[in-house]
């Protein structure tokens, strides 16, 4: 059963960086498009970006194209963060869909596995 296990949340200026990273184990994410989501207080779970299971797409939201960045390796898939503004504030999960097509979904419905989030943070 394959699990996943965010880190590298935490609190940031505006203007900052954080690497987010989700690490696998009981399978390797070789067969897996990898997502990542946030949630912020009050709103609905939405889509930040993604990577197919080859590594070759990446699909990215309007509000984070050109300051995030995913990636991924046999275990691990990052989301780096950059010019992090308030409204990014959120827990952030990833999540991985077993597929053999080579594209990227943006709904939380088409991910089976969930990691449990970190929390980050953007403030003065």
């Known amino acids: 059963q394959l699990q996943l296990v965010e880190s590298g949340g935490g609190l940031v200026q505006p203007g900052g960086s954080l690497r987010l990273s989700c690490t696998a184990s009981g399978s390797t994410l070789a067969d897996y498009t990898m997502g990542w989501f946030r949630q912020a207080p009050g709103k609905e779970r939405e889509f930040v970006g993604g990577i197919s299971r080859n590594g070759g797409i990446t699909f990215y939201a309007d509000s984070v194209k050109g300051r995030f960045t995913v990636s991924r390796d046999k275990n691990t898939v990052n989301l780096q963060m950059n010019s992090l503004k308030s409204e990014d504030t959120a827990v952030y999960y990833c999540?991985?869909?077993?597929?053999?097509?080579?594209?990227?979904?943006?709904?939380?419905?088409?991910?089976?596995?969930w990691g449990q989030g970190t929390q980050v943070i953007v403030s003065s």
């Open positions: 999540a991985a869909r077993s597929t053999l097509v080579i594209a990227v979904r943006t709904t939380p419905d088409d991910y089976a596995y």
